[in-house]
């Protein structure tokens, strides 16, 4: 079976605190952005994170596993919408860690009843690729039906 490789790559320069540098995708789909300890943890406007990447990542996967499961169980999505948010904590004894991710899904599934859209979503967690790379961390997951 192939194997798809996605590339990024970042550049840093001086120290933790002072230093800073950039990342950018090996696909181009976004533009270079600018990286920096204050802008990991003071979360600035026009800046980005790891974590904020990581949000992204887990948002997208999450709509095509959800849509994949919804529609192996015969009730295509009409849409869904994923808002992950990833926390990060400084100041642990063990050092920083990335230690939760909520999902807050939204779908209109036309024919779903709630018990078989929270079984679907149920599987999208287990299933998506990006949940299974964040073994250790919790994973919150909120899934909610919507009518048209």
Do not use: N
Not at 2 to 10: C, D, G, I
Not at 14 to 41: M, N
Not at 46 to 63: D, K, N, Q, V, W
Not at 83 to 95: K, P, Y
Request: overall charge negative; glycine content about 10%.
């Amino acid at each position: 079976m192939p194997t798809a490789h996605s590339t990024a790559e970042a550049t840093w320069s001086g120290d933790l605190i002072g230093g800073g540098g950039t990342v950018r995708p090996g696909s181009g789909a976004f533009p270079e952005l600018p990286i920096s300890w204050s802008r990991r943890t003071q979360r600035e406007q026009g800046t980005t994170s790891p974590e904020e990447l990581i949000a992204a990542a887990h948002s997208s996967c999450f709509c095509m596993a959800f849509s994949s499961e919804l529609a192996k169980a015969g009730h295509p999505a009409e849409r869904i919408v994923v808002a992950a948010s990833v926390a990060f904590e400084t100041g642990r004894a063990d050092g920083a860690a990335i230690t939760s991710v909520d999902l807050d899904v939204r779908a209109q599934v036309p024919g779903i009843d709630e018990a078989a859209f929270q079984v679907a979503a149920e599987a999208a967690r287990a299933g998506c690729p990006v949940s299974k790379a964040l073994t250790g961390v919790e994973i919150r997951l909120r899934a909610s039906l919507e009518t048209a």
